[in-house]
Each structure stands twice: as C-alpha cells, then as structure tokens.
C-alpha cells in the first residue's frame, strides 16, 4: 500500500515538473517571436486594378528570421522576393506585382522559420484619381494631401516618394501618374535612382519639375519642348515650393482598358517566335500514322505473325517490346520540339525625342530542364511577367540571379520573357521623317532609310491614316501621302496593321515558309504598353529586318541572333505653316473610351463616354484664336472651362463643309496649352471621327465675332 502511496506521490511530482518545463518553454519563445507584418501600398490603402501595384511589406522581428514574400491575385502568384530581417528590427520590403482589369484579391504571404502567415491587404480599388509623387525637396512644402487637377474635374492625391521607393525594384515607380520635384531634388539623385525616372518618364509619365520654363534639369538635357519618349516634362515656375498646387497637375489616361482596342492574338509573336527558333511541332498526320501502326502492328498483325510461326505464347513478350519501340518513335519525333536552350526574339526599337526605347520578347527553353534567362547587366528590365509560347500567363515567378533574370523550367518546355531599356541613343533613327506641306486635310512628306540594312515592310501612318512603301535599301527616300484620317485616334481598326504580314493573322492558314521579317504581334504588345505611340498629331515610321540580334543575351552571354526586329521613328507633326495650328497637328491622347468600371457621369453608360485631351505644338500662340472642328456624327460637346465641364454644343456653328465648329475661350478652355474635352457619339463609336482642335479662319472670326 505503502508502494502504492510512494508510486503515485512520484509521479504527481513528476507531473508537476513538467509543467514547470512546459511553462519555462513557452515563456522562452513567447508568441511575439512570429514577425509582425503590415501591408500597405507606395499610394496608400489604394491600388489601380490592371495596373501594377507596388506593396510595402513592413516586418518586424524579435529575432533574426527570414524566409520569402510571395502574392497571389485571385489564387495565382504573381511574384515572389526573399527577404532577412535581424533580431530586434524592422524593416520594410518593396514588392511589385501585376493585378487584374477586374479587381480580384490580393493576397501576400509571408513565410519564414517561425511559420507562414498569409495576409489579405484590405486595399480600395481607385480608377479615377491621379496620383502624384513628391521627390524629397518638395515634401518640405505644405502642399496639401488632395488638390483638383489642372482640367477634367479629377482629384489629384499627393504623395512622399521615398528613398525605399527609388532604390525599389523594377516598375516600383509605375503607381504614379506623375512625379514632381525641385531643381535640387535631380541634381541629389544617384545614378540608378535618376535612371529610374528618366526610364518611368520616357515611357509615359508625367514629370513636373518646380523652376521656370526652360531650367536645366539633371538627366533630362535631351528633353524637347516638354517631351521625353512618350512623356512630358513641364515646369510649375516655383508654385509648387510655395505650397500651391492648384491648376498644377495634369490628368492622365484613367484607364489602360478600351472595349474597342485594337485586337491582335496575343499568341501570335509566340508562334513566329517558336519557329525562328527552330522548335518544330509534328504534324498530326505523322503522330496518327505512328499510333496506326502500332495498332496494326499489336493487334492483327502481331496475331497473324505468331499464329503463322505457332508461337502465340510470344505474345506477352512482343506487345510490350513493341510498346517500347513506339513510344521510343514518338519521343524521338517529338524530339525536335525540344531544343537545347532554343533562343529566338521580337524586338521592336523605338526612337522618339531624344529617347530609344527598346523591347524584346524572347523564347527561352531548354531540353532538360532547368534555370534558363537573359543578361540584365546592361540596364533591361524585366516586364510583364512570364508568358507561354501561347501568350497565356503562366503564373510562375521570375527568378533572379545576379545579373540575371529568368524561369526554371521542365524538361522540354518553352516559355517567353519582356525585357525593356530605356536610353539616350548614340546615332541617328534609322528612318528620318520629314513633313513637307499640310494643305486640304492631307499630310504630304518623304521618309529615308538612314541606316545600314534593307529595311522591308516599311510603313508611314499618323492617327489612322497609313501609307505602304515596301521595301527600302539603305540611303532610300520616298514620299508619302497620309488622308484626313490623320487626325483620326485609332480605335477597333488600327491601320498600322493593315495588310501585315499578308494575312498572318488567321491562326489556321498554312505557311510554307515564313520569309517575311515582320512580328504584329510583338508591335501589337508595343503599342498596348505605349499607347502614346498611337497619339494623334505625330508621324509614325516603321520598317522590319531579320539581320539584329536581340539587343539583350541569355544568362550565360550567348548571342541571340535568330528573330525580328522592328526599327520605329516617331516624330510630331509640329507646324508645318507657321504658327498657326493647322488640321490634326495638334496631338489628341484618349484618356477614356467605354469604361464601365468608372463611377462617374462619363461612363460607359453616360451621355459622354469618351474623354480627350488635346496639346497644341510647342511652337502654337496659345493667346491665339482656336475652334474645335466636328462632324455631324458627335451627339454632344462638354468642354472644361477651368472650373466645370461646360456644355458647349449649343454654341456650334455650322461652317457650311459638312461639319461645325464651337469657339474656344482663350482663357478657359485652353489651359497650360491644352484642351479637355468630351464627346457623345450618334451611331459606332469607333467609325465615328474624333473632334480636332485648330485655329480659326478668317472667314471663321468674322462669323465668331
């Protein structure tokens, strides 16, 4: 009995010393030690859905962890980073990452050794306000948080760009519409941050520099009459130092979606891509062929054979050698889908004021698997993510290596990477365009072949307007003819497309063998990023060759020669006759066609569902008279008036050509240089041409006044 008492006295004593432990244990890694995370984004609670949102991933650790960040949009990730942070610190991690037209959740994940934490950021979908960056001189100024735009009846919401956001990985910048900044701010960039926001600006931003007119600005010497690529630079004249930002910022393209947007299969440069490559893909008649045989062969003709010699017994030995047989066939038939590290690309090189741009699409693959990419050293960056042969986007994350970046990928895949630079050009554009004369609506020039290399495919167009020259030889000039469509914005029917590459277009027609030098569908991928390249009031010229390699290489330095390259010039049209504004030269950007995600009255179901700006050429009196030309087709008018969108078609006059005209306030409706406007239509919107802003007649003023 007395055992027993000691027995069970023991083992509560027992009991009770493990609970001691247990307590002693969690006491010394307490719940604290999983890293605290906040999530917010470079603009705030708020992101633009289709356009890339840049996240800051703040983690707070009480011991040193690391492990990754990954996000996922609607369930698929999207991108993935490492990340390390020390015992006892805090540190915030920029990550970017694509996001989808129609919403769709965001979800970011942070694994480390302490366990995975998934987070859903709550974050307000914002289409409609512009978002302004402040480089660090400016944020000294008591500018306000909000301030209305320029024109367009927008709110205009003021951010700090940090130096986290500068030193950000690529496309960290791209939440912005515009960034503004002091004298000062440029001359105490680095290097790669400068490099940043030229790049961030010749693609289409909008940069704002604090000084007078014409002030040098750090990095932008090559900027001309306010444009850089297919951005803007302008001066505020002090006003923004002063904490003053009103009638400051402009408005910017709302939305990057158009129902009618010109469509082009986004397989298509995949396809060219896998055959200037060389990965073939078995016909279906050979593979059916093979799978007879060995139908044939296993069944009647197997049965036949060893009924034949009495050796039906066999049967169990020669059907799965027979087996073997074929499927080693098909493997080696298929073989040739499977080359060593196929390398092909489609670049399109973009020459325009001042600025190259250059974007290749190139094919990678490899036969056994494995990591496969391209060389970044030289100043690409990569863009758009990872996307199949097929244009699908694959879901994978981009892995970067040092100065690499690429995909492991599976024993006989293929997939496409986007790389993008962005430069200051050391020659001259390859095809120089000269605008002779503008007279009854048509615009008359000649283009030369200014490089070394027989250029094919060569085509001038301007708004909607297109002229085909064929092939060009070095030295070549030709003259061009280009419609009052000129001035037309391309909607569903883009002619720059028109007759390319001999109606390569349709997915299902046979080609022998593909000599042309031309990819639509990389241009296609161009002009969806730079939509500014489709701007009225600019000349267009483009030609086609296969003899340039990609301007980039693969990871391991090798030389991607196979594929085609399209050599771009664009050039506004500038005053032909003077000062005076004539028909279409004046540049018409579209800022909203027919987007039902929008809130407000100019929606796709408003009375007004496109918007435009206009921007008249640099060299323009904009103290002089103007009109605002259109056709019967336009239902309705509404002009910013510097406070309001005023209705301005009851003050059209009929100018007795089949179309009327409505005066412009010289101080109202033209602000800083440009016109905002929008329309109604009567009948297909995208038939119907668009209004154009020019100056006024004599004939004109005497009915005006």
Do not use: C
């Amino acid at each position: 009995m007395n055992r027993r008492r000691r027995t069970f006295r023991a083992l509560k004593g027992l009991l009770a010393l493990m609970l001691v432990a247990a307590t002693l244990t969690l006491s010394a890694t307490p719940a604290s030690a999983v890293p605290a995370v906040s999530i917010t984004t470079a603009i705030g609670d708020r992101y633009v859905p289709g356009e890339p949102v840049t996240l800051l991933v703040e983690i707070s650790a009480t011991k040193a962890t690391e492990g990754s960040i990954q996000v996922r949009i609607d369930g698929r990730e999207t991108t993935s980073q490492p990340f390390d942070v020390a015992g006892g610190a805090t540190k915030t991690f920029v990550v970017v990452s694509e996001t989808l037209q129609w919403g769709g959740g965001v979800a970011v994940s942070v694994n480390s050794d302490d366990g995975d934490r998934t987070f859903r950021p709550r974050l307000a979908e914002d289409r409609e306000s512009e978002q302004v960056g402040l480089l660090p001189w400016l944020q000294l100024a008591d500018l306000p948080n909000t301030t209305p735009t320029a024109t367009g009846n927008r709110t205009a919401r003021i951010h700090p760009l940090t130096e986290l956001l500068l030193a950000g990985p690529d496309g960290a910048l791209d939440m912005f519409d515009s960034i503004a900044g002091a004298p000062q701010d440029f001359e105490a960039l680095g290097p790669a941050a400068l490099s940043r926001i030229q790049s961030w600006t010749a693609r289409g931003g909008v940069l704002i520099v604090d000084a007078p007119a014409g002030s040098p600005v750090n990095g932008f010497a090559e900027a001309a009459a306010g444009r850089y690529g297919f951005g803007s630079l302008s001066f505020s004249d002090g006003t923004l130092g002063r904490g003053n930002a009103s009638d400051i910022i402009p408005s910017t393209e709302l939305s990057r979606f158009d129902e009618f947007e010109n469509s082009v299969d986004p397989g298509q440069s995949g396809r060219l891509l896998v055959a200037d490559a060389g990965i073939a893909t078995p016909g279906i008649g050979l593979l059916l062929a093979l799978i007879g045989g060995y139908i044939l062969l296993v069944g009647p003709g197997l049965f036949l054979g060893l009924r034949r010699i009495q050796r039906q017994p066999l049967t169990w030995v020669a059907v799965p050698v027979m087996a073997f047989v074929t499927v080693s066939l098909v493997w080696g038939v298929g073989r040739a889908q499977r080359a060593d590290e196929g390398l092909a690309h489609g670049t399109i090189v973009a020459y325009v004021d001042g600025v190259m741009i250059e974007r290749s699409e190139v094919l990678v693959a490899a036969s056994t698997g494995g990591f496969v990419g391209v060389d970044t050293s030289a100043g690409f960056t990569s863009v758009g993510g990872i996307v199949d042969r097929w244009g699908n986007i694959t879901g994978r994350p981009l892995d970067r290596r040092d100065d690499s970046v690429g995909v492991n990928l599976n024993p006989g895949e293929a997939t496409r990477l986007t790389l993008q630079r962005v430069s200051t050009p050391s020659t001259v554009p390859p095809l120089s365009i000269e605008v002779h004369e503008l007279t009854n609506k048509t615009l008359l020039g000649t283009v030369t072949n200014t490089g070394p290399l027989e250029l094919s495919d060569v085509r001038v167009v301007a708004g909607n307007a297109l002229d085909l020259i064929g092939t060009m030889t070095p030295g070549e000039s030709a003259g061009f003819e280009l419609d009052s469509s000129f001035a037309a914005i391309p909607l569903a029917e883009d002619n720059l497309f028109a007759r390319m590459e001999g109606g390569f277009f349709d997915p299902f027609q046979e080609r022998a063998a593909d000599e042309s030098a031309v990819n639509a569908g990389a241009l296609a991928n161009f002009t969806r990023e730079f939509r500014r390249s489709r701007a009225t009031g600019h000349v267009l010229a483009l030609g086609w060759t296969r003899d340039l390699p990609a301007p980039v290489r693969n990871h391991e330095g090798r030389l991607i020669d196979r594929g085609r390259t399209g050599l771009l010039s664009v050039q506004p049209i500038g005053n032909v006759g003077g000062t005076e504004v004539a028909y279409g030269e004046a540049s018409a950007e579209l800022h909203r066609m027919w987007d039902f995600e929008l809130n407000d009255v100019a929606n796709g179901f408003g009375e007004f569902p496109s918007e435009i700006l206009y921007t008249l050429p640099s060299g323009a009196d904009p103290n002089a008279p103007y009109v605002i030309e259109f056709s019967d087709q336009i239902s309705g008018i509404d002009i910013w008036d510097g406070s309001s969108w005023s209705a301005s078609s009851r003050d059209a006059i009929d100018s007795g050509v089949g179309s009327s005209i409505i005066p412009l306030e010289r101080d109202s409706t033209i602000r800083n240089g440009r016109v905002h406007l929008r329309t109604g239509f009567r009948g297909f919107v995208v038939t119907a041409p668009i209004p154009v802003v020019r100056s006024a007649t004599v004939e004109e003023l005497e009915v005006i006044r």
